[in-house]
Structure formats: structure tokens, C-alpha cells
């Protein structure tokens, strides 16, 4: 399974940006989420959809701000931030796991980060 997670960049405080991440390789009845890892802090669960994308969760800092979906196909998953904040800003990294998408679960397959940068 590969994630190919793209839509990072700098946006001033307030404003909104959109991230999306596809799979390939059979990512079937597969939770996918976002985590992210500021400079000098832990990765830490974002958001995640169940495979059939009818249940999601997130974490609190984000809720209200940020809603995620699933396409379709089921296959590739977006994040959409908006009202962000300063303290927003890390590189966000798509997950996808046969499991439950959680803090503290092992996650089947990472994708490579993308970097988002709010600026105050």
C-alpha cells in the first residue's frame, strides 16, 4: 500500500488549506487519517474516517476547524482546515490502517509528510 498525502503550504492564521491523500495498492475496508509532528513534539492523531467514511473523529484541538472525508472510491481521503492557527503548523502525514486509526495504535502504512505552515 502506498499514500500519497499533497496540498501542504503557508497560510496566514485565519485562513484555509486542504489536504488529500491517495492510496494505491489495495487499501480495501483500510481507516485512513492524518496525524501530524511539530518541531520537537510527538506525532499526534489529527482526524481519522472509518473505511466506509460514515465515522470520523478528531482530535480535540482540531474539532469544529477541521473535517475529514473520503472519496468514493473510498480510496483517498481529505483533510479540510480551516480558521487555522499558529499552532497548526507541522508536517502532516496520512495514514491507513485495518485497524482503528487512534492515539497509541500502530498504523499499517504511513505516507510521506506535507508541511503546513501558519503564519500569525
Known amino acids: 500500500v502506498q499514500l500519497q498525502a499533497c496540498g501542504g503550504g503557508l497560510v496566514q492564521a485565519g485562513g484555509s488549506l486542504s489536504l488529500s491523500c491517495a492510496a494505491s495498492g489495495g487499501t480495501f475496508r483500510y481507516a485512513m487519517g492524518w496525524f501530524r509532528q511539530a518541531p520537537g513534539k510527538e506525532r499526534e492523531f489529527v482526524a481519522q474516517s472509518g473505511w466506509s467514511g460514515r465515522t470520523t473523529s478528531y482530535a480535540d484541538s482540531v474539532k469544529g476547524r477541521f473535517t475529514i472525508s473520503r472519496d468514493g ?4 481521503v481529505y483533510l479540510q482546515m ?11 502525514y496520512c495514514a491507513a490502517n485495518r485497524g482503528i486509526i487512534a492515539p497509541g495504535y500502530a498504523m499499517d502504512h504511513w505516507g510521506k509528510g506535507t508541511q503546513v505552515t501558519v503564519s500569525s
Open 73 to 76: 472510491t473510498k480510496n483517498t
Open 82 to 92: 480551516d480558521n487555522l492557527k499558529p499552532e497548526d503548523t507541522a508536517i502532516y
